[in-house]
């Protein structure tokens, strides 16, 4: 008896490789976990409300972070740590600049030259990082989500501070579910607007950036 079966669609399988070495260069429009210190005065309202970009620095302004955690514990610099907390981070790194030199054409500019962000790898020709540690320079703080206390000497404080995020995002997700989600895979369509289409096979609408759509025929 043969028996033939007829179907239409996609499954997504999800990359599960390991996350990005520090020495690796972050690939563009990716998204990564990366760390930023700041003062634990000022951690609600950056959950709050979001980063504000600095008026300038190494890299120019921008929002500062990292993918080493080390880096990122440093800062702020001459704190005591009791006062410090640092956030863990996913961040859409966008368009990327390698900075890996002092004097660079492009170390203060690379905003103004079509680039979302800049990166110093670890161990580079910059001098006056003595650390040898990556760093990372984001220019919209859009781009940047907190999304846990990944160091906090007051563990109370730490507590407090990881229910401010979660209930943060589920608010964030409940406003950006009625002006920027896709009515068909309910990802962020903030950036571009999804190529609806309806399916060659079932008719219903379908979306590239669904994990899954199959059409079963008997």
């Not at 999800?14 to 005065?41: C, I, V």
């Not at 880096?71 to 790194?93: G, S």
């Not at 007051?154 to 401010?164: F, M, P, S, V, W």
């Amino acid at each position: 008896m043969n028996l033939d079966v007829f179907f239409a669609g996609w499954d997504v399988v999800k990359d599960r490789s390991k996350t990005l070495s520090a020495d690796q260069e972050p690939e563009a429009g990716r998204g990564y976990t990366m760390y930023h210190g700041t003062l634990l005065a000022n951690a609600k309202k950056i959950i709050t409300n979001g980063f504000e970009r600095s008026k300038d620095g190494l890299l120019g302004p921008g929002i500062y972070v990292s993918r080493n955690i080390k880096k990122a514990q440093c800062y702020p610099l001459q704190t005591d740590k009791n006062e410090k907390v640092v956030f863990k981070l996913k961040v859409r790194v966008g368009k990327v600049k390698k900075i890996d030199c002092d004097n660079h054409a492009f170390q203060k500019s690379w905003h103004q030259n079509g680039y979302d962000c800049a990166w110093v790898p670890p161990h580079s020709n910059i001098s006056s990082i003595k650390s040898g540690r990556e760093e990372d320079c984001v220019w919209d703080p859009k781009r940047i989500k907190v999304v846990d206390v990944a160091c906090c000497v007051d563990q109370a404080k730490r507590h407090e501070l990881r229910r401010l995020i979660r209930g943060n995002g589920s608010n964030k997700h409940k406003e950006a579910s009625s002006k920027s989600e896709c009515d068909v895979c309910h990802h962020d369509a903030s950036e571009r607007p999804h190529d609806i289409q309806n399916c060659w096979d079932c008719g219903r609408k379908i979306c590239p950036f669904q994990d899954k759509h199959l059409c079963n025929r008997n």
